[in-house]
């Protein structure tokens, strides 16, 4: 009895064993399905996340309004007629730390700003920063390559959309508040223009006038920023 009772017993396991070898092989056989319908997928998600940058976003102009005080001869403060000191405001190109004209500033800005727009708006910025920058990447891996630019070039696009009307609506400002030379159109300008240009004593200079006008006798005075984040932008917005 017990030499019968221990063979069924052996049966029994062996047959369990046989299934569940069978079992792991058709769970290995299922895997390898899965996985060679989600290789191609993978690749073209690691190509694009690999595909070299072109736009590099501190490459791209900002301007800022800086605070110069006018100095003679002498290094002493100009006076004007009411006693107070002389001040021009110039127009600093943060990207080369360059002053320009207020004309060669906004004419480039609305280039670049209309490029940003229609990028951004090709990209569907109705999805969100937080979608695109998270696993929304995916989605824009084709407009990427069509644009002959990266996933993280469109991101960075559709990031600098937020600055977009913001600096138009300072260089318009700057323009009504100040002639080309930088001197105020006005007899005082007021705080709020002041503060919406984030002029103030903090990051005033001192110049002389030699210097300032050598400044605006220079080539970069009146020639738009050039370079390679700026050509890719501009080229990729042709392409929309």
């Known amino acids: 009895m017990k030499n019968v009772f221990c063979k069924i017993l052996m049966c029994v396991a062996f047959i369990a064993y046989g299934e569940n070898i069978s079992a792991q092989g058709f769970l290995k056989g299922l ?12 690749q073209v ?8 940058s072109k736009i590099n976003v501190k490459d791209i102009p900002a301007y800022i309004a800086q605070k110069t005080y006018v100095l003679d001869e002498n290094n002493q403060r100009v ?28 004419e480039q800005s609305k280039q670049i700003n209309k490029a940003i727009l229609a990028i951004a708006a090709k990209a569907g910025v109705s999805a969100g920063i937080g979608a695109l920058s998270g696993g ?22 559709v990031k600098l959309k937020k600055d977009v009307n913001k600096q138009k609506k300072a260089l318009e400002l700057y323009k009504k508040s100040f002639d080309e030379e930088g001197n105020p159109t006005t007899a005082e300008v007021d705080s709020k223009t002041l503060k919406t240009l ?43």
Do not use: M
């Open 79 to 106: 006076k004007n007629e009411d006693g107070t000191d002389k001040y021009i405001v110039e127009l600093i190109r943060t990207s080369d730390n360059t002053r320009v004209s207020p004309e060669v500033a906004q």
């Open 136 to 157: 929304g990447k995916g989605a824009l891996a084709g407009l990427a390559v069509g644009l002959g630019l990266s996933v993280d070039d469109i991101v960075n696009v």
């Open 198 to 240: 984030g002029i103030s004593e903090e990051n005033a200079v001192e110049k002389t006038t030699a210097q300032i006008q050598e400044e605006l006798s220079k080539p970069e005075y009146s020639t738009p920023a050039k370079n390679e984040s700026i050509d890719a932008l501009l080229e990729a917005a042709t392409k929309v």
């Open 45 to 52: 998600s690691s190509d694009s996340a690999q595909a070299k």
């Open 31 to 42: 895997l390898k399905k899965g996985d060679s319908k989600k290789e191609p997928t993978e």
